[in-house]
């Protein structure tokens, strides 16, 4: 007899399965380059880091005694705060009966682990805003420049939208507060590359030719932008924390100038982005690892199944107000 497709249809497999398990596509984790980690913190769960002020000059007139004054003093308080666990399970019969058993049981840990490097990096970015705002439209002065403001676009629909202005701004209030001109790094959401993307003083070329490179490739590559604006090299990334959830939301924070009055970000789509320097010995955060994550196999006899834990407990806050500007901008895109 001879086989054809025709008599011969019971042998052919109508659905095949790959050896292989799709996993989610996941970014580059970048936080952790900005932070300072903290030695010499052997127990407890308090750091106390004590700080010391400027000293100052005084007018001398002869055969008069001269002016001495102590230094002013202040305390740095660290806290470990984050006590955190990712764990899973299967249990004897799924690895009898599952076919991709042993692939999904290799994944547990790098995926917790994953998990706990992402929780660290949201905790880092949400510290900014929530350690340096006092109210929710504090713009946080320092020497008279604001260091926490709203984007300047007033644009009908798009108000409080990011314009290239604020990144001149961004430069401005850090230089006031003495921060150094090298290693700027401004870190922001997608969609504010989008938005300065399509400025209309990049996307005119005839009038801004030192713009051209930008618009021919694309401002960003993988995690940086090929171009340096106003002196920041800018990054994205996909954990900076929405305005709205932030503990002192901004609802008509000024925008840049301190004269007009900026959306309200608990109704309005944004984000903050963050200004500053990364050079390294003022660096804007720092941290410490309690215990940094440290896997556990537990063999649970009463419910027949394997378990992973993986745990860590971490702190991690701003240290350098002074080193941070952030721009709370709409994230609307056409």
């Not at 900014?128 to 009908?156: C, E, K, W």
């Not at 925008?255 to 500053?276: I, N």
């Amino acid at each position: 007899m001879a086989m054809t497709t025709g008599n011969s249809s019971q042998l052919i497999r109508s659905n095949l399965w790959s050896n292989e398990l799709k996993e989610t596509l996941q970014d580059e984790l970048m936080g952790m380059k900005y932070v300072r980690m903290l030695e010499g913190f052997p127990d407890g769960t308090t750091f106390n880091i004590p700080s010391i002020g400027d000293a100052r000059t005084d007018d001398y007139v002869e055969d008069t005694a001269v002016k001495f004054r102590p230094l002013d003093t202040g305390n740095y308080t660290f806290t470990i705060s984050e006590y955190i666990s990712s764990g899973h399970y299967i249990t004897d019969q799924a690895k009898q009966d599952l076919f991709y058993a042993s692939q999904l049981e290799a994944a547990f840990v790098p995926k917790e682990r994953r998990a706990i490097m992402e929780h660290f990096e949201t905790t880092m970015f949400e510290t900014p805003d929530n350690t340096m705002a006092s109210a929710q439209d504090d713009p946080y002065l320092i020497n008279g420049v604001a260091h926490r403001f709203a984007g300047g676009s007033a644009v009908s629909g798009l108000e409080g939208q990011i314009q290239l202005a604020d990144f001149a701004y961004a430069n401005l209030a850090l230089t006031k507060a003495n921060v150094p001109a090298m290693n700027r790094v401004a870190i922001v959401p997608p969609e504010v590359a989008y938005i300065v993307e399509n400025l209309s003083n990049i996307t005119s070329l005839d009038s801004n030719p030192r713009w051209e490179g930008i618009v021919a490739e694309g401002i960003s590559t993988g995690m940086t932008f090929v171009k340096n604006i106003f002196g920041f090299d800018v990054y994205c990334s996909n954990y900076l924390p929405n305005s709205g959830d932030l503990t002192n939301a901004p609802t008509s924070l000024d925008k840049r100038d301190q004269s007009t009055a900026g959306p309200d970000f608990t109704s309005v789509a944004g984000k903050p982005c963050y200004f500053f320097s990364a050079t390294n010995d003022i660096l804007p955060w720092v941290a410490a690892w309690r215990q940094m994550p440290e896997v556990e196999y537990i063999r649970d006899g009463d419910n027949l199944r394997d378990k992973y834990l993986t745990t860590a407990r971490y702190g991690v806050q701003l240290y350098r107000p002074e080193n941070m500007v952030i721009c709370h901008t709409n994230t609307a895109v056409a």
